[in-house]
């Protein structure tokens, strides 16, 4: 039986014997190498095994829960008492601390970004806008280092310089 196809260049017909299947060969028209493929009722299907789902619902699963406790979180640390100032309270300029909770609300924003997660990075880009000059700080030096925080690796350098320009001029 003869194997017969459509030369993949001039899409002329081409037709050939059954021991060349799976083989190159020149087209007898156009002169390119062309593939020749193995008939259909040759080809034995593939025994695939059953589909194990357990490690994707597992990192679903996960998912949420680290999404209910940001949640959680964000909803606790947003909570004001009535009789407390709604104004932020004043802050000493060089305590670490602060410093390091605005790094992970900026990290935060840019991990959430790179996720496509967009209503949650507003969240946080929203906490972040309460003090823009601690978060200019954070962001520059982000943009500045040679190495990005461990988080933040496997988003792409000029991706991450292009969220924290956004968050930058967001304000």
């Given at each position: 039986?003869?194997?017969?196809?459509?030369?993949?260049?001039?899409?002329?017909?081409?037709?050939?014997?059954?021991?060349?299947?799976?083989?190159?060969?020149?087209?007898?028209?156009?002169?390119?190498?062309?593939?020749?493929?193995?008939?259909?009722?040759?080809?034995?299907?593939?025994?695939?095994?059953?589909?194990?789902?357990?490690?994707?619902?597992?990192?679903?699963?996960?998912?949420?829960?680290?999404?209910?406790?940001?949640?959680?979180?964000?909803?606790?640390?947003?909570?004001?008492?009535?009789?407390?100032?709604?104004?932020?309270?004043?802050?000493?300029?060089?305590?670490?601390?602060?410093?390091?909770?605005?790094?992970?609300?900026?990290?935060?924003y840019a991990l959430s970004m790179a996720e496509?997660?967009?209503?949650?990075?507003?969240?946080?880009?929203?906490?972040?806008?309460?003090?823009?000059?601690?978060?200019?700080?954070?962001?520059?030096?982000?943009t500045m280092d040679d190495l990005p925080p461990?988080?933040?690796?496997?988003?792409?350098?000029?991706?991450?310089?292009?969220?924290?320009?956004?968050?930058?001029?967001?304000?």
């Open positions: 039986m003869a194997i017969e196809f459509h030369c993949d260049h001039c899409g002329k017909l081409v037709k050939t014997s059954n021991e060349n299947a799976g083989k190159r060969g020149k087209c007898p028209h156009c002169k390119n190498s062309v593939y020749i493929p193995t008939p259909s009722e040759e080809l034995e299907p593939l025994k695939l095994a059953p589909l194990d789902t357990s490690e994707e619902d597992e990192k679903k699963r996960l998912l949420e829960e680290t999404r209910q406790l940001t949640q959680q979180i964000r909803g606790d640390k947003t909570e004001v008492p009535p009789e407390m100032p709604k104004a932020p309270l004043p802050v000493p300029e060089g305590d670490p601390r602060l410093q390091l909770d605005m790094e992970t609300l900026v990290i935060e496509g997660s967009l209503a949650e990075a507003e969240e946080y880009a929203k906490d972040i806008r309460t003090d823009m000059g601690r978060a200019g700080d954070v962001i520059q030096r982000l461990r988080r933040l690796a496997k988003i792409p350098r000029p991706v991450l310089i292009g969220f924290l320009r956004q968050l930058r001029g967001s304000s």
